[in-house]
């Protein structure tokens, strides 16, 4: 009998373990359901920070905010990679017109880059030099995460302007759009966030300041 007993209660640990994993992963999920629901692309708000959330717990708005940040950086560095690529592929050949195009939407994503790390930097300063920083900190998110995903938007209407080819039309015009979608989705992380920062803080908002 006592031969049984040892594989069962292995079994039994075993089920367990699943069990309390699973409980954990669908918690997880819940709650960054309730997090995403005011994102424009919940779907793809709640696949973008589900792999952190489920490793590490239930992280707070501003850690989801910082999150959902550093993914759209990822991505725009990405597309960023691509496009010089496409760009040096088109030097190469006489589509001096279609290169320009995507000169330009090049300069637009580098852009787009260097608002987004300066937004992460401004991002994690919030909380740490003072409350009477966080109005400015706050704008200053706002506008270049804002100027980001403008320049996504400007760059896939140039591309589809010029017409370049098909193929690397459609796997730039995908990769722009997922930077615009994340970059929204940061933006409205971050909002979620600020405004529970606010209410914890007393923080009044500007237009009720003035």
Known sequence: MAHFVL????IFVTILGFSTIVESRSRARMYLELQCRSALYPDLCVQTL???VSKTGLPSPQLLAQI???SCLTKARFTKTYLSMVAKKLNETENSGNNQAVEECLRQINDG???ITQSFKE???IGKDGDENFVWHESNVQTWVSAALTDAMAC?????VEGIGRREQAMIKARLLNVKQLASNSLAMFSRFTTRYRASRGIKNP????
């Open 68 to 70: 959902s940040l550093a």
């Open 7 to 10: 594989p069962l209660l292995v």
């Open 156 to 160: 896939i209407d140039g591309i589809l």
């Open 50 to 52: 589900f792999p952190y």
């Open 123 to 125: 991002l994690q300063q």
């Open 113 to 115: 880059v260097n608002q």
């Open 207 to 210: 237009e009720i300041l003035s």
